[in-house]
Structure formats: C-alpha cells, structure tokens
C-alpha cells in the first residue's frame, strides 16, 4: 500500500498559511496518522500522534543529518550543531548539553532571571505601558549571558538581544525576516566564536560550571575539541532557545489572562501547581510546529512503506492536542498534570522520548523552570493590566504568538527581598 497522497500538487501554500494545523487537519481529512504530500515539489511524508512519535523517535529508522531544511540551518539551528547529529557522535555532544543544564545549573540561570526580572520591572512601572514578548527578551539575553559566561556589556544588550531573536522569530519569514536571520547568524558565530578562542586562549576566565567553558573545553569522539565554529553554534544553542523562552513566557500570561480563577489559584497557592500550569501552556500553546528526520532504510509501518532518504515531518502541535492521548485537547487544563507524568511520545512540546537518547531537547528544564519564574513574578509580585486580553493568537506566524506581543501596563510590584 503506497502512502495517503493528497491531490493538491503542492502543499507549500497551505503548510505556510496554517503551519501549526496543517499536518493534524491533512491527516483527520484522509483518516490517516500519515500521509505523502509535496513540498516545493519534493516528495515528504508527514506524521501525527503518539504511536507516529514513537516510530519518529527510533534511531534505527530515522536519523537527522540533513534532516532540516538549509534555510533552517543557516539561520535556526546553524550548522554542525547537535540538532544535526546521529549516533555516538549525538549521545556525547547531548551529554555535554544535558551537564550545561544539570538541576544546580538551571536553578542558578532561574536565580539570575529572577534578578533581571525584579531590575527590568522598575523601569516598566516608571514607563507604564510595555509589551511583554520584546522586555522578556532582553530580560532572558541579561541573564542567560551572564549565567553562561559571556560578557555583556550594557551598551551591546540590545544588540545582542536582537541577534538572537532573529534566529528564532526571523527564521521562518521567506522575505525579508529571513534575510535578517541569516545576517544576525554569521554575526552571532562570529562574536561567540571570538568568545570560544578568548576562553581557550586564557584571554578570557569564567567558571568552569559556565556553559562558555564547558563547550570550549568539550572534546569530539575523536579527542579533538570542536572547531571555534562549531562550538559557537553550540554555545548559541544554549543562549538562543533561553532567550525563545519569552515565546513561552507571553503564552503563560496569555493564559493567565483567559483564566481568572487559575490565576487566583495561583496567587492564593503555595508554588505546587505551578509546574502543571506551565506544562499545560506547553501542551496547549503552540511552539515548534513540526520536526523534520530522514529515513534510513526502507520499512514498513502500518501498511505504509517509508522510503530510504524521504524526509518526513512529525506533527508535534497536533501530537499534543490528539485526542487518543489526551482528554477534551481541546480545553486547557492543567490539573491534567497533577498525576502522573505524561506519556514522552504523547507530549512533545520541545520533542519525544529521552532527551539523553533521543532528539527531544535538553533544554526543557530550562524552559519550565524559567516559566515557572514568570509566573511567580506575574501572579504574585506584579499588578498588571492587559491592554489586549484574550487576544487571539496568530498561527501563521513563526513562532505563534499573542497578537501584539501582550501589551501590559504595569500598575505597582511588591517590595522584593
């Protein structure tokens, strides 16, 4: 049996128009988990669900080198970094991401966000009117530079900022977003390459607990230290996906906006539930559309037949709005976290399975944790007004976002300690 084929001959206007929805809509249309389409012409197969997940996440079928799109590499991810590796060669470059963000380290960079958190809402009272997404992000730079061992003056913060929001925000523009993507990535290489040879040459001194550090210092399966290129991409690959957390960040007070009596809970709590909150936002909230892999050999899966060097998407937005995994998706409920932990395959916000064996992202506690900070500062130390509450989302961007970027006007903050 060949693979569901849709009859339109390319899917690339569509993909474009409904990026998040267009995979779980194409699939619910045909009554299949997967199906073949076009996409600039060439053949890709596409995959939604759990079970899909599964099969996705198997190393023996599937690999990533040459997996993303060169569009994506020379912007999102950038090239020679993890995202892109296989075997042992990806088990020992994610061991080195998965010491980066060990508990001690992440409750360290939570530590310094709060710190640049409580200095930035100062001048957000004094200025009244903010919008959220774009002061988060400068926030995050502040922090997650100093935490990683990169120095950041005051007068480059802006900079800066603007170089590694453009990796995510700008990547998925085909005009000329990209184009400012792709020119803020051979400037970001540029300045943390410099960083990786000041810290190798001794020019430089940070901790040896600091991200900086520990990738100018990691060597390959071969012994060899990465190339200062190399180990820039990677060392943006702690700095960029901390600074995306503002994505996730303006969905936490989205929804606290839409749910008054969750906020109230919130307020009221003692930080239990906060965690399931968050995780509820991941589930529910778009961020990653899709991942693309490869197939390494042919195989046969439910009938279809996968094609050795077919590339094909899963689905991760639909995957975590599926309702054979979840119960009513559609409804944000974050009590839905308060027992056991989900299925790895059935929640992949940032990726399935293990993150110590699979492409799931090792920066997911980074980015639970520092939405948790958010929230606390948003629920229990800020008083804010939403000057667009309820906006709806805007899912032809990439990433998907509150429409706006949440303008607040900050009305008073408690004296912190």
């Known amino acids: 049996m060949t693979l569901s084929e849709l009859k339109s001959a390319d899917s690339a206007v569509a993909l474009l128009r409904d990026p998040y929805r267009f995979v779980s809509r194409r699939a619910a249309e045909l009554g299949e988990d997967v199906f073949e389409t076009r996409l600039l012409l060439r053949r890709i197969t ?8 599964a099969v996705f996440y198997d190393p023996a079928r ?6 993303a799109p060169p569009p994506l590499q020379k912007t999102l991810f950038g090239q020679g970094g993890v995202q892109g590796l296989d075997g042992d060669h990806h088990r020992q470059r994610k061991a080195m991401f998965l010491q980066i963000n060990d508990p001690d380290r992440v409750e360290a960079l939570a530590e310094a966000v709060t710190r640049e958190w409580r200095r930035a809402v100062d001048a957000w009272t004094a200025t009244g009117e903010v919008t959220l997404y774009p002061q988060v992000q400068l926030v995050l ?6 935490w990683a061992g990169v120095p950041l003056s005051d007068a480059e913060v802006e900079t800066r900022t603007a170089q590694l929001t453009a990796l995510f925000d700008d990547a998925g523009d085909i005009g000329l977003g990209h184009l400012r993507s792709r020119a803020a990535r051979k400037s970001a290489e540029r300045w943390a390459a410099d960083i990786i040879e000041q810290i190798r040459s001794g020019e430089l001194s940070v901790p040896t607990s600091a991200a900086a550090f520990m990738i100018a210092n990691h060597r390959e399966p071969d012994g060899r230290p990465m190339t200062p290129r190399v180990a820039a991409v990677e060392l943006l690959n702690v700095l960029r996906p901390t600074v995306a957390t ?11 906006d839409g749910h008054p009596v969750w906020r109230e809970r919130l307020a009221d709590g003692d930080g239990s539930e906060d965690l ?8 529910h909230y778009p961020f990653f559309p899709a991942v693309a892999a490869i197939v ?3 195989f046969h899966w439910r009938g279809h037949r996968f094609r050795k060097g077919r590339r094909v998407l899963l689905d991760l937005y639909g995957t975590n709005r599926d309702s054979r995994s979840w119960d009513d998706p559609e409804r944000f409920e974050p ?10 395959f059935a929640f992949v ?7 110590a064996v699979h492409h799931r992202c090792p920066g997911e506690p980074v980015a639970t944790r520092l939405m948790i900070v958010a929230l606390d500062q948003l629920v229990r130390h800020m008083t804010y007004a939403a000057l667009a509450p309820s906006a709806p989302i805007d899912y032809r961007r990439l990433p998907a976002l509150p429409t706006g970027g949440y303008p607040i006007r900050v009305l008073a903050t408690d004296d912190f300690p």
């Open 246 to 256: 503002a994505v996730y960040i303006a969905f936490v007070a989205h929804a606290l």
């Open 349 to 355: 916000p940032q990726g399935g399975g293990d993150p």
């Open 296 to 298: 390494r050999e042919d």
């Open 276 to 283: 399931a909150f968050v995780e509820e936002v991941r589930r």
């Open 335 to 344: 009590e839905r976290f308060l027992g056991e932990e989900p299925d790895r």
């Open 46 to 53: 596409c995959m939604t669900g759990a079970e899909a997940a």
């Open 62 to 67: 599937f690999q990533r080198a040459g997996a």
């Open 141 to 146: 730079t502040r922090a997650v530079c100093d």
